[in-house]
């Protein structure tokens, strides 16, 4: 049939040349025949383009529209497919494919649409078994298994041989032993058995008919069942093994039962079972690297040779450098970094792919930590292959490593220049949201997204937090809930999930959404640390739980520490505060924020000298640290030595000998003395010999903006800061204050929740931000919401600078209410 098709084109081809052109119809039918050809051979993606090469010619062609929907369905481009599919309905409503289509991928997200749909179908062919497995499929979701059963079994009274049919009544009886089991009964063994002899026999019709996607699909079914019912075991090894066995001639349906085989071992944690799936990955599919990895990782640690996994890996693929590179991290990540390096610089000269050996080079330098290395083989590879997408990826790779994130999102930029690739524009959207720019990230990843040839789980759940940053919380859901029929959110998007739903204001199911993803092992510890700040008040016995299990699984991430320290002091267990702060400072010698936290606590709980030796130590270790000189201005102001601290730096400027990051502290003082030209004349001074110091370019900004001078520099500098520390709720703020002295209130608010996310709640950051935030509010004619935000920034206790000017405003939105509302008893 393939050589037909082919001989076919050919001859279309060449009749072409002969008889001159030919009519819109025959080059329409032309690119059909090709979609035709190329999806027989299992190329979908030219397929995909014949089918759109088509479109173009006849975008009116219902027919056309959903043969694309349905491949694209085929390939999980779950939105994609919906556009075509409704695109098709609209062009002819009575298309079944069509409004079926439709239907199965709104189930979820739409279940009345979808009944309707069906219904029109039935109504038209009431002989459609898919209109009634769909049927089915909505009684499920609606509960009523009964009717969900019975419109099963008519499905196979109409397909007595439909894999599907089958498959349908299987999973309905399955939903039974389900509801048994929430019910908290145990099922019946019955309601068991003929759940599997359901799957089984879709299995059979399945093979018999060589439809082994509805093959893979059964044993998938009839694995979880029956370790429902029996456990784990070696049953459902044999069950995988017998299926390969069928399917093994149809490779891609193969590939998709040794991943299913895959999933269910690693959630069993049965090595056997993953040994043997993994072995058969490798052999199905030598490219896929991962797979190789994985293999790798499970024969260490079932005692056998890792590393002679990934030799045999680079033996059977000499000409691909991405194995020879991931050969050499398997060898960093076993402890030998520099046997990789030494591999990749021994490969290097008989490379196909010099830039790409080169460019893995610079990255397993930074993985050992080497960076004087890294710079010397980013230099390499500068003037070996300037014009290579890997050395704006190693770029930014070096550059993001060192904290640079403008710089690295300048190189990123480079490289989607060069090469549009899905990789490029998901690592750009990456960088740009930590960034704090969130509305280009948000472009970014849509372009990755669009490039991709199949839906990336990874890079919808980017997309989903970026919407968080912007607000939008709605479509943020939608992002990180998946349309496809059945399909589950995924652990480690749960609590991107749960910020969406505390956005949404939705509490109950935003708490949900936590409490799963803590059932886990070791949870994330984004998980923990929203536990632990939005529960806080609703739950304080369970938020209190999560940030103490946060700080023993996570020893060396401070922030859980911080806020146990934090609440601490504000129930007055100062001795306890005390004791954590020391116990952290002690356990991280070499990190500036722990050393920084044991000064801020020692000055809170009254120990003042220890404080100032402990604030000197961190601005002679850390002078360039952003929040370095915040720290000395805050201990010495607080310990009474403020005068001091001020002649000391003014006698140090006077003699030439002021640091550039002293000059930032010395600002503060002039700022806090009234004095702010002085101040703008030293942050200008330090900005000059310092031109990337970020906290002369976040105070400079502004101060610039308070003052409403050369707003357009406050901006450039924010921004800058901004990218250089993503994670500092100064910077956040900063930048959205200045948007809003730039009359960009949207932007300015989504800074603001920025700085309310990394700020400790009801510290003085904290209450600066929801201040600022009321402001930008109130622009916006939101004042119900300002006189909110103004509100918890005075009910925090925190002493912040503009505390009188939020209690004029707070008076004067009341008093604007209070006359619009009616009068009493008109």
């Known amino acids: 049939m393939m050589r037909q098709r082919l001989s076919l084109l050919l001859m279309v081809a060449l009749a072409t040349g002969v008889f001159g052109c030919m009519s819109a119809e025959e080059r329409v039918q032309r690119h059909l025949d090709r979609a035709q050809v190329y999806d027989d051979s299992g190329e979908l993606e030219k397929a995909l383009v014949e089918l759109q090469n088509a479109l173009k010619l006849a975008p009116q062609s219902a027919e056309t529209n959903l043969r694309t929907a349905a491949l694209l369905k085929r390939q999980e481009r779950w939105e994609d497919a919906l556009f075509y599919y409704e695109e098709a309905y609209r062009l002819d409503s009575k298309l079944d494919d069509a409004a079926l289509g439709i239907a199965y991928l709104l189930l979820f997200e739409s279940t009345d649409r979808a009944d309707q749909l069906v219904a029109e179908v039935l109504a038209r062919t009431p002989d459609s078994s898919s209109a009634h497995q769909l049927r089915s499929d909505v009684m499920l979701i609606r509960n009523d298994l009964n009717g969900a059963l019975a419109e099963a079994l008519t499905s196979v009274e109409l397909e007595p041989k439909s894999a599907r049919a089958a498959l349908q009544v299987g999973i309905v009886r399955k939903a039974f032993v389900a509801q048994q089991t929430r019910a908290g009964k145990q099922p019946e063994d019955a309601l068991y058995a003929q759940a599997d002899a359901e799957f089984a026999k879709a299995g059979e019709l399945a093979g018999a008919r060589g439809e082994f996607n509805w093959l893979v699909r059964s044993i998938g079914e009839r694995a979880q069942l029956q370790t429902n019912r029996h456990g784990h075991g070696p049953h459902i090894m044999q069950l995988y093994v017998d299926g390969y066995e069928a399917v093994k001639v149809s490779p891609g349906d193969a590939a998709r039962l040794i991943g299913s085989a895959n999933g269910v071992a690693r959630s069993a944690k049965d090595q056997e079972l993953r040994f043997w799936a993994l072995t058969h990955a490798v052999e199905l599919r030598p490219d896929q690297l991962e797979s190789w990895r994985e293999l790798a990782d499970l024969t260490a640690k079932r005692g056998g040779d890792g590393v002679a996994v990934m030799q045999r890996m680079v033996e059977q693929r000499p000409e691909d450098s991405r194995a020879h590179t991931a050969y050499a991290e398997y060898l960093s990540t076993a402890g030998r970094n520099e046997d990789g390096v030494a591999y990749l610089e021994k490969v290097l000269p008989d490379s196909n792919a010099p830039d790409s050996i080169l460019a893995a080079v610079v990255t397993l330098n930074l993985l050992g930590r080497d960076f004087d290395a890294a710079a010397a083989a980013l230099a390499r590879l500068r003037a070996e292959h300037p014009e290579s997408v890997q050395t704006d990826f190693a770029e930014a790779t070096l550059a993001n490593a060192e904290g640079r994130l403008s710089d690295a999102i300048a190189a990123l930029e480079r490289w989607t220049s060069r090469q549009e690739t899905p990789a490029g524009f998901a690592k ?57 029929k059945g399909g589950g959110v995924p652990l480690h998007f749960l609590p991107d999930v749960a910020r969406a739903f505390y956005g949404l204001g939705r509490d109950v199911p935003a708490k949900q959404a936590l409490e799963r993803a803590l059932q886990e092992e070791q949870p994330a510890p984004a998980a923990l640390l929203l536990f632990g700040r939005e529960e806080a008040q609703r739950d304080p016995a369970g938020a209190r739980a999560a940030l103490e299990r946060g700080a023993k699984l996570y020893p060396t991430y401070t922030q859980f520490s911080e806020m146990l320290i934090n609440a601490d002091l504000r129930a007055g267990k100062t001795p306890e505060a005390m004791e954590r702060a020391r116990s952290l400072a002690t356990l991280l010698p070499d990190d500036s924020r722990a050393q920084m936290t044991l000064a801020r606590t020692l000055i809170s709980v009254g120990q003042a000298d220890e404080a100032v030796k402990q604030a000197e130590l961190v601005k002679q270790r850390w002078p360039a640290q952003p929040g370095s000189a915040e720290l000395y201005l805050e201990v010495m102001t607080r310990s009474g030595r403020g005068d001091e601290a001020f002649q000391s730096l003014t006698q140090q400027k006077a003699e030439g000998k002021l640091a550039p990051t002293a000059r930032v502290v010395l600002a503060r003082l002039h700022l806090a003395r009234g004095e702010g030209q002085q101040a703008i004349e030293l942050l200008r001074s330090a900005l000059a010999e310092q031109p990337g110091l970020v906290g002369a370019q976040n105070d400079l900004a502004y101060n610039l903006a308070r003052r409403g001078e050369d707003l357009e520099n406050a901006t450039e500098l924010a921004q800058e800061a901004r990218a250089n520390r993503p994670d500092s709720t100064e910077i956040a703020d900063t930048l959205g204050f ?89």
């Open 428 to 484: 750009l959207a990456d960088a740009r949201m930590r960034s704090g720019n969130p509305r280009d990230a948000l472009d970014a990843i849509d372009r990755a997204i669009s490039l991709s040839a199949k839906p990336r789980a990874d890079y919808r759940r980017l997309r989903g937090r970026i919407l968080v940053l912007l607000g939008d919380y709605q479509a943020a859901l939608q992002a990180l809930i998946p349309r496809k």
């Open 738 to 826: 200045v948007y809003l002295q730039r009359e960009l209130a949207e932007a300015a608010l989504v800074q603001f929740d920025a700085a309310l996310e990394l700020a400790e709640p009801e510290s003085t950051s904290w209450a600066t931000a929801q201040f600022h935030r009321g402001l930008a509010l109130r622009t916006i004619g939101r004042e119900s919401d300002a006189v909110a935000a103004f509100e918890l920034a005075l009910a925090s206790g925190a002493e912040f600078p503009d505390a009188k000017e939020a209690h004029r405003l707070l008076a004067d939105l009341s008093a604007n209410a209070k006359a619009a509302s009616p009068a009493e008893g008109s």
